[in-house]
């Protein structure tokens, strides 16, 4: 059972390159999240879904996309990456019952040049 | 607007040396409040949930407490492996999504 796993772990993009960052859960949680984590701004939401098919605007979501056309997986793409877009980068999955925790995984760190 | 705030920033204790870090919080309506701890490098892992006021959890040397307006974690004789970021977040009712305080790095020393 590995949980939720995030690819890649780290990655470097110039200006204007364009990139996706892959979720996946095996735990067959229906709602799963991206966030993006700064230095002294905590996890901002970035995309939601609540189920297959479904995606929804978090906190701060411009410049990024998301798809989930599999329930395990939650894909956020950077069409044209900016510097701002410099972070690490954090999926979570929940269940819709049980005790509203989120189960987060390794992280992603990408730097814009 | 939601909102929540955790203090201090950092804390620095001795091992043995018991403290407590404060999360308040505003929210229209809360059906959460969660706990993670977060080592460097790696994502946040989930400790606790709390419910509603008054409501308390335990996990080894960590209590967590709440009340209508704050939540305390609670280190009771920490050692140097309970150094991390500890991070709080709140869900309010109706929604999916969770507001994440910027969290508070402890360090214990040995």
């Known amino acids: 059972n590995a949980g939720v796993t995030q690819t890649p772990k780290f990655r470097v993009l110039k200006t204007g390159q364009s990139m996706t960052l892959l979720c996946a859960q095996d735990?067959?949680?229906?709602?799963m999240y991206w966030y993006r984590q700064d230095p002294g701004m905590g996890l901002r939401l970035i995309h939601y879904?609540?189920?297959?098919?479904?995606?929804a605007k978090g906190e701060v979501p411009d410049g990024y996309n998301v798809s989930r056309l599999k329930k395990q997986n939650f894909l956020l793409g950077l069409e044209s990456a900016a510097p701002s877009q410099t972070s690490v980068y954090f999926c979570?999955?929940?269940?819709?019952?049980?005790?509203?925790?989120?189960?987060f995984g390794p992280g992603t760190r990408l730097t814009v040049t | 607007e939601d909102q929540v705030t955790q203090s201090p920033e950092a804390l620095r204790l001795q091992e043995g040396e018991s403290s407590s870090l404060n999360c308040s919080y505003t929210?229209?309506?809360?059906?959460?409040l969660f706990w993670y701890r977060q080592d460097p490098g790696k994502g946040p892992e989930f400790l606790f949930t709390?419910?509603?006021a008054g409501e308390e959890k335990e996990k080894e040397r960590l209590k967590a407490t709440l009340t209508k307006k704050e939540s305390f974690l609670h280190i009771t004789a920490p050692k140097p492996e309970d150094s991390a970021t500890y991070l709080c977040?709140?869900?309010?009712?109706?929604?999916?999504?969770?507001?994440f305080g910027t969290g508070t790095r402890l360090k214990v020393l040995a």
């Open positions: 709390l419910y509603s």
């Open positions: 979570a999955s929940r269940s819709p019952s049980g005790h509203y925790e989120q189960y």
């Open positions: 977040a709140v869900q309010a009712s109706g929604t999916y999504k969770y507001i």
């Open positions: 735990m067959n949680h229906e709602y």
């Open positions: 879904s609540v189920g297959e098919g479904t995606t």
């Open positions: 929210v229209s309506g809360l059906r959460g």
